[in-house]
């Protein structure tokens, strides 16, 4: 089969797909037309809401027709819903969300990248089950236990940094982006896995394949959203080797992307199997003490979400290919949200040197009550006001996920705090049905944004208001966040296991780069684009890729 005759064959698919779809439309009314919403093209909301560009369409959605939205799903979707009402937020996170569940294509889509069925994968009863033995694997005991690990890695960081700058003319930049991507995927390596992927040294071939199939793999899976309804399938095909033979085929298939997408997926995998038998290896010969003598001793999550398995109740252990999986979503949630918003912190302080000199201060007078060269403990980071307020003002209004969407999987009415106004009969409602098969898509920016909820300086950065009002909202309304009232690490029973990780990881990198370093603009303009995560880019150098240049003063 010539490449063109691929290409032809998914137009073709593609064509029946929309006339179908159309035929189907004309046919049926929108449930949702009294709800205010933004115009949409001929093909839907969908190329809006993923424009790379389109940040303020997330973020004017509140402004411009309340806290629910319909979006129209032109002649390819049905129409969809936009949610960042607190009362309708907590429905759909927490009270109903049993019945509001992550997309099938999705599931499809991380049973196949985490090879088998981890937390990112199932629904349900069986969620719950992953939920129940990863989540003690976050608690602060264990914090305490991951700082001296965390310690080793930025340190590395930070004489890398040395390295970088040492001796270089004044006005010299440094890409901050790719060392605290280099930082963010070492944590998980090391405090996650016991293991290194070597990320600092520039020659480090297991920094260089992981970091393009754990970056590239996501990507890759959007080249191929036409087959992703097919991807919950695929996955189940059983057994295992016979699936592989399978895909073992795209090899002869003339169109990279498929090929490419197995490629990133299968060289992540060796990792976690060659981890998980050797902690096998270690049970069967030496029994549970075994499992310590490791780089870690045993504290990395890995081995801790293993041995929480070994000693659970028969009811309640996970397969060994679960475990696997679920460690696979742990190093795949800990990457880019992280090594993003460390670009973010860096980029904002850059750009406010008192903001930075007082937060220096802070850091500085915690350590001064230390002994020579120790470091502040997971607590002693804990109790840093102004750090504190900092991260909470910037995960509030640059949160690094700008929405997720579920599915609904029956008609069920939800609440809404603020009333949506009939636009054609001009009435308020205080509810909405939400019919079977709709996505909604919970706008957690939008909510994180929100002048009604937050007050009229809800845009600005303002980390004060943590300080004066510990972050109050009008009217004390209540979001359903996990996190400091807001949507960043979304709510209920899905919401983000390692954010106490993630907290760690950046109240640590921040303590020591500001003790070390001044950061000073490149005078470059970055702009934040949408993506899979919110993405930093050059303006004018696009095509380059990614990146943070800052300037990088040593201090003495
Ligand atoms: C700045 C850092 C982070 C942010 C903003 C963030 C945000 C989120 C959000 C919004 C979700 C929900 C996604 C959805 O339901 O579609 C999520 C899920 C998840 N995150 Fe994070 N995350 C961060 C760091 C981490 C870290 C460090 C880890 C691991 C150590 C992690 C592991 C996970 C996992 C495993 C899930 C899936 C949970 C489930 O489906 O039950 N994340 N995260």
């Not at 629904?123 to 992953?130: D, I, N, P, Q």
């Not at 600092?200 to 590239?216: G, L, M, R, V």
């Not at 991807?231 to 057994?239: A, D, L």
Request: glycine share 8%; net charge negative; aromatic share 10%.
């Amino acid at each position: 089969m010539t490449s063109s005759s691929v290409y032809s064959a998914l137009g073709l698919g593609a064509f029946i797909v929309v006339v179908f779809r159309l035929l189907k439309k004309w046919r049926t009314k929108s449930p949702y037309e009294y709800i205010p919403g933004p115009t949409s093209s001929a093909l839907g909301y969908l190329l809006d809401m993923h424009n790379p560009d389109g940040l303020p369409w997330h973020f004017e959605m509140v402004k411009k027709y309340g806290h629910v939205a319909r979006l129209q799903g032109g002649a390819i979707m049905k129409d969809a819903l936009y949610v960042s009402d607190p009362a309708a937020l907590h429905a759909v996170l927490v009270r109903d969300q049993h019945i509001f569940l992550e997309s099938d294509e999705f599931a499809g889509l991380f049973g196949i990248i985490h090879h088998g069925d981890g937390v990112a994968s199932v629904a349900g009863a069986e969620h719950k089950r992953h939920r129940k033995l990863m989540d003690p694997v976050f608690n602060n005991h264990r914090m305490n236990k991951l700082t001296p690990l965390f310690y080793n890695v930025v340190h590395q960081l930070q004489s890398t940094l040395v390295q970088e700058v040492s001796g270089k003319a004044p006005g010299h930049t440094v890409d901050i982006l790719e060392l605290l991507t280099r930082t963010s995927l070492e944590m998980i390596a090391q405090a996650g896995l016991g293991h290194t992927f070597n990320s600092f040294d520039p020659q480090s071939k297991d920094y260089k394949d992981f970091h393009w199939a754990i970056t590239s793999v996501l990507p890759l899976a959007s080249g191929l959203f036409l087959f992703m309804p097919y991807f919950n399938s695929w996955r189940n095909i059983q057994p295992v080797w016979f699936r592989n033979l399978l895909s073992g085929a795209l090899a002869y298939v003339p169109w990279q992307t498929p090929w490419q997408f197995k490629k990133a997926v299968d060289a992540m995998w060796p990792i976690y199997r060659t981890l998980y038998a050797g902690k096998m290896t270690a049970l069967e010969e030496g029994g549970v003490e075994a499992l310590n003598n490791n780089p870690t001793g045993g504290e990395d999550l890995m081995t801790v979400l293993f041995k929480a398995n070994h000693e659970a109740p028969e009811a309640d252990k996970l397969s060994a290919d679960a475990i696997m999986a679920n460690v696979s979503s742990l190093v795949h949630g800990a990457q880019e949200t992280t090594s993003s918003i460390l670009a973010r912190f860096i980029d904002l302080l850059s750009q406010d040197q008192d903001l930075q000199t007082r937060m220096r201060a802070e850091i500085k007078e915690a350590t001064s009550k230390k002994g020579d060269g120790e470091d502040l403990t997971w607590s002693e980071l804990n109790s840093l006001p102004l750090m504190d307020a900092v991260i909470r003002e910037t995960f509030r209004v640059f949160s690094p996920v700008t929405f997720v969407w579920r599915q609904t999987i029956e008609d069920t009415v939800i609440p809404v705090h603020y009333p949506i106004r009939d636009q054609q009969t001009g009435l308020e409602r205080n509810e909405l049905l939400v019919h079977k098969g709709t996505f909604l898509y919970v706008g957690m920016s939008a909510a994180n944004k929100s002048e009604v909820i937050w007050g009229p300086d809800a845009e600005e950065f303002k980390p004060e208001r943590w300080l004066a009002k510990g972050g109050s909202t009008v009217d004390n309304t209540r979001l359903p966040g996990v996190y400091s009232n807001m949507m960043t690490f979304l709510g209920g029973q899905r919401a983000c296991p390692g954010m106490k990780f993630a907290l760690l990881e950046i109240k640590l990198v921040l303590s020591v780069l500001l003790q070390a370093f001044e950061f000073h603009p490149s005078g470059q303009t970055i702009d934040w684009r949408l993506g899979i995560t919110v993405t930093p880019y050059v303006r004018g150098q696009e095509k380059a890729g990614a990146q943070v240049p800052i300037q990088v003063k040593i201090l003495d």
